[in-house]
Structure formats: structure tokens, C-alpha cells
């Protein structure tokens, strides 16, 4: 979709709007008004008494809107920062840089997150941004799950939150590189990984492969803006809303009974990683309120497994890879998860 803005066609007949257009402003709208509907909300009932809302309907209103609130700086960040890419950084150069081995490639895009420090929900667009600029399928998958660990933000602030106490540092550093490059490679068997794309977004990187895009940077920097936001915003409400429902059913005080079972712990704060949906610049300083509570693996498989997937980021991820190639990632990021996750209870 956002190669459609970004290629130049020719013009509408009078009195019409281009169909793709024409949903992409619409999704915008949607997005727009749910967000604008959930603040106004919230700010009309905070200063009402108890009993003027249900209590579960103003925790779900609060959460969902804490999420969204908390995510989207850095969904325009990386919007932003996927425009950059596709507009000012030639082919040529993403090319020249990176390694022509597929292996290496994939290493060093997992990097890549040192240079561009965006929480997990500023990297989805930034990683449509590399795939429609010519990167594989399985190496943008690669940086997608990885970016939202090794950028120096997220490594900062889990080492404030836990130094290098029980190896959680460690263990979220190495296992995130190691998880994020296993699905990469996995993606790389497909025979043809382009189909793991939605067909909405194969097609607009095929628009923008086979017809080079023309006119000025920054008419079609902020058509592409546009362009990108009104994709990720619907996705980035929905998800969020969904977090809110989830939390406002499910109980706390079930995950604090399993915390110190070395097995249960570590499905209970994967859960809560799921659930809570938070961003992984700070989601240390939240789950180090439970650090007391639950095993050291139980806390390293949260700050893995909810830094590459959570409810919020599904939603978001279901703009560009389909439902089959999602449940694989998914599979293969929980299934790890948890074996490092019992790893680390085993040795610390």
C-alpha cells in the first residue's frame, strides 16, 4: 500500500477516488476516531466516583489507552524511519552494505537495532520499509524479532532494572539474537518466501519494484507517511484493545501463585507478556516488581517472548505476513521461549 502512494500512476478519472486510496483513508479514519473516542472517554470519567462506570469497563478503557498512548510514538518513529529508507537510501546502498551470505546478512540486520533503537511497534513499518527496498523476507522477519532487544535503550534499561544479576541480561541479549535468527532461517527453507506476505502487501511491493518511483522526495515522503500510518493505526487500536479486554479477565493473583514453580512460572509470565502487551523499552522496569516473585528463567522467557510477540504486535504483524507464516513465527518463538526459559531456571 504504501508503494501505491509512493509510485507515481497516472491520473484518476474525474470525480473518483483510487480504491486503494480510498481504504487507506478510511482505515485512517477508523483508527483515528477510536483513538480520539478512547482518550475522550477516559478523560470524561476520570473524575467521576465509583460507582458512575463499571469498574471493569474503566480498567479496560484505562488499559487499552495506556497501550496505545505508550506504542504510538514509536509507530510514527518507525514510520517515519521507513519512509527515510525507502525514499532517501538508494538500493544500491542497502545492498553494498550488507553480507551476500543469507547466513550473515541475517546477522547483521539483527543489529540492526543498535543503529535504530524503536520498540517492537515501530519496527513493523520499518520492516516493510526494508522488504519494499529489496531485503528478503526472512531477513526482515530477522530484524523484526530482534530489533526490539538489541537496541541500546532496551539493553539499558534491563540492565538498570536487573545489573547482571541470575544472567536475565544475558540471557534476554543472547536468547533474543538466537530466537529472531531460528525463525529467519526457518522463513529462508520456504522455497518462496514471498508468499509469506499478505497479497495486499506483495502487490505493493511489486508496484514499487517494477515501476520506479518518480516526483519529489518530499511530496511522496509525506504521501508515504500517510500512507504507512493509516496501515498500522487500525491494527495498532484493535491489538491494543484486545490487550485491555484480556487484562481486565484475566486475574493476577494466578500468576503470582505459579511464580515459584520453575515450569509454571515461565508459562504464567509468558502469558502476562501476551497480555499486558507493553513496550519493550521499559517493559523491565515492570516485570522487576515480580523479580521477588517469579523464577529468573520466568523473567528472561517475559522480556524475550514479549518483546517479539504480544497481542498488540500480532494485530500489527497481520498487515504484512500471513495467517500461516504468523502462526509459525508464533510457534517457534513461544516453543523457544520456554526452552530458554527452563534453561535458565536450571542453571541459576
Known amino acids: 500500500m504504501t508503494g501505491d502512494l509512493l509510485t507515481r500512476r497516472g491520473p484518476s478519472p474525474a470525480g473518483t477516488a483510487r480504491p486503494g486510496r480510498r481504504s487507506s483513508l478510511l482505515g485512517l479514519g477508523v483508527g483515528v476516531a477510536a483513538l480520539a473516542a478512547l482518550i475522550a472517554i477516559r478523560t470524561v470519567t476520570a473524575g467521576w466516583d465509583d460507582l458512575s462506570l463499571p469498574e471493569a469497563l474503566r480498567d479496560f478503557v484505562t488499559l487499552s489507552t495506556s497501550v496505545i498512548i505508550e506504542s504510538l510514538p514509536f509507530v510514527f518513529l518507525g514510520v517515519l524511519l521507513s519512509v527515510v529508507v525507502q525514499i532517501w537510501v538508494p538500493d544500491r546502498v542497502i545492498h553494498r552494505i550488507l553480507p551476500r551470505n543469507r547466513t550473515a546478512r541475517r546477522a547483521v540486520l539483527s543489529l540492526l537495532g543498535v543503529l535504530l533503537p524503536v520498540c517492537e511497534c515501530g519496527n513493523v513499518p520499518l520492516a516493510r520499509g526494508l522488504v519494499i527496498k529489496g531485503v528478503g523476507v526472512p531477513e526482515a522477519a530477522t530484524f523484526l524479532l530482534a530489533a526490539p532487544i538489541l537496541n541500546p535503550v532496551t539493553i539499558v534499561t534491563t540492565y ?10 544475558a540471557g534476554r541479549i543472547v536468547g533474543g539474537f538466537v530466537i529472531a535468527n531460528l525463525v529467519g532461517w526457518l522463513f529462508s527453507r520456504h522455497p518462496e518466501p514471498e508468499r509469506l506476505l499478505t497479497p495486499e502487501f506483495s502487490a505493493s511491493c511489486r508496484v514499487h519494484r517494477d515501476h520506479p518511483v518518480s516526483g519529489r522526495r518530499m511530496r ?18 484493535i491489538g491494543s484493545l484486545i490487550a485491555g479486554a484480556i487484562q481486565v479477565g484475566v486475574s493476577r493473583d494466578v500468576l503470582g501463585a505459579l511464580g515459584a514453580n520453575p515450569i509454571w512460572s515461565v508459562l504464567a509470565l509468558m502469558a502476562l507478556a501476551f497480555i499486558v502487551a507493553i513496550c519493550s523499552n521499559v517493559d523491565a522496569f515492570f516485570i522487576l516488581a515480580f523479580g521477588a516473585t517469579f523464577t529468573p528463567g520466568s523473567i528472561v522467557a517475559f522480556l524475550v517472548f514479549g518483546a517479539m510477540v504480544d497481542v498488540k504486535m500480532i494485530a500489527m504483524m497481520r498487515t504484512t505476513f500471513t495467517t500461516r507464516a504468523l502462526v509459525v513465527l508464533v510457534s517457534v518463538v513461544a516453543l523457544t521461549t520456554l526452552v530458554l526459559g527452563f534453561g535458565v531456571n536450571l542453571l541459576v
Open 220 to 237: 511522496r515522503a509525506v504521501a508515504g507517511f500517510a500512507e504507512e500510518t493509516a496501515t498500522m493505526l487500525p491494527a495498532l487500536v
Open 160 to 169: 538498570q532494572a536487573f545489573g547482571w544479576n541470575d544472567g536475565i541480561l
